[in-house]
């Protein structure tokens, strides 16, 4: 066994499962190779939710015998029948391979070290946790979700080198460059929501839609609408385009009850969603949000809103991950995303220490993480 050649074949499986990045949810991305004496001579990905997995993909398309062979697969096989494809540990078994190497053990309590257990009784040899931390960050989405019942939030935005994300008037088109929101674009394949406040509705209009040459691959992410219902029009896009039933308004019941019929036969008879959810004293419960989102099947939202949506989900710390884009422009006074006039001293402030920065085209992109995760890899 060598550690080496085991980590350049868990790296082949992490490129397959990323193939399928937004296409699998809820399930997790999973990729699979079968090697013979150094030689692949299968392999296979989990393509779409409830589609084969990605080790009976890579088994049943290699070109010869897979008797006495290694799998690799960045995610231990499963081994229940509580879904929609049989058990690959099953197949696994009967098909005699001789070895198992793995980067991640599955935390879905269904499995959570069972399909190991399952292939060493069957007298097949497992190796576990290669690349580990990088299989983690590959399905961070998966990991929170399946323990929590609750999205992955990730919070992206852009601001110029003096902090601000728009200026004293709140214009903010635009402070990055194209590379930038090609990049946002290629986040909105990859999750299954994306949300923004009343605020950045009313000023913006966006459609929320997957472009700047991004492949959708057939996709539209649930456009999520937070604040105050009442205070809204019939007439913005996400309410009248053609994905209307993508599209969720989250608001409160006080402002449900203050809305007009007419606008709530409207946006009903688009298919528009409604989710009431409590308030606390200056803003809506983002636990109750998340826990809400989360019985929908959602698994994943990118936080695309201004300093009142950003402020909120930070001060409630319901947040996974924060993007910076930082962009090469300075404005003076401005708009800030993070508003906070309670930490007077710097002890107070909100500390991040495991971080990553990139260049992009010109502009620092500063990842992180709450909670202290370690921040590997976009």
């Keep these: 066994m060598?550690?080496?050649?085991?980590?350049?074949?868990?790296k082949m499986c992490?490129?397959?499962?990323?193939?399928?990045?937004?296409?699998v949810s809820p399930n997790p991305l999973v990729g699979s190779v079968v090697v013979q004496d150094n030689i692949i001579i299968g392999q296979g990905k989990h393509e779409f939710y409830g589609g084969p997995h990605a080790e009976p993909n890579a088994i049943l398309t290699a070109t010869e015998s897979v008797e006495g062979a290694t799998l690799y697969c960045n995610l231990e096989p499963c081994c229940h029948t509580n879904?929609?494809?049989p058990p690959c540990t099953?197949?696994?078994i009967q098909s005699k391979i001789k070895r198992v190497v793995i980067s991640n053990l599955d935390p879905n309590p269904e499995v959570a070290g069972k399909g190991v257990k399952k292939l060493r009784e069957a007298g097949i040899a497992v190796s576990v946790g290669i690349l580990k931390e990088e299989g983690e960050e590959l399905n961070e989405v998966f990991f929170k979700?399946?323990?929590?019942?609750?999205?992955?939030?990730?919070?992206?935005?852009?601001q110029t080198l003096d902090g601000k994300i728009a200026t004293q008037s709140g214009d903010s088109k635009w402070i990055s460059n194209i590379s930038a929101r090609e990049r946002v674009h290629v986040w909105r394949q990859k999750y299954d929501a994306v949300l923004i406040g009343r605020n950045t509705l009313e000023k913006d209009d966006p459609t929320l839609n997957i472009r700047m040459g991004v492949d959708a691959k057939g996709k539209v992410p649930y456009r999520i609408v937070l604040g105050s219902i009442h205070k809204m029009k019939n007439s913005y896009k996400l309410f009248q385009d053609?994905?209307?039933s993508r599209t969720i308004i989250v608001t409160s019941a006080e402002s449900h009850s203050l809305c007009q019929k007419e606008f709530l036969d409207s946006i009903e008879s688009n298919k528009v969603k409604i989710i009431l959810v409590n308030k606390n004293s200056e803003s809506f419960d983002h636990e109750d949000l998340l826990i809400k989102l989360g019985s929908l099947k959602i698994t994943s939202v990118l936080v695309e809103g201004g300093q009142s949506v950003i402020t909120s989900f930070i001060d409630q710390n319901q947040y996974d991950k924060l993007s910076l884009f930082i962009c090469p422009k300075i404005i003076g006074n401005g708009i800030s995303f993070y508003k906070n006039d309670l930490n007077l001293l710097m002890k107070d402030a909100i500390e991040f220490t495991n971080s990553k920065v990139e260049s992009l085209d010109g502009q620092i992109v500063y990842h992180t993480y709450s909670g202290g995760q370690k921040c590997l890899q976009d």
Excluded: C, V
Excluded at 14 to 23: P, R
Excluded at 151 to 158: E, W
């Design 242 to 244: 053609e994905n209307t």
């Design 14 to 23: 992490f490129d397959l499962a990323k193939e399928s990045t937004g296409q």
């Design 90 to 92: 099953s197949l696994i």
């Design 2 to 10: 060598d550690l080496k050649i085991d980590e350049q074949y868990i």
């Design 83 to 85: 879904k929609q494809t």
């Design 145 to 158: 979700y399946i323990q929590t019942k609750k999205p992955f939030i990730h919070i992206k935005l852009a």
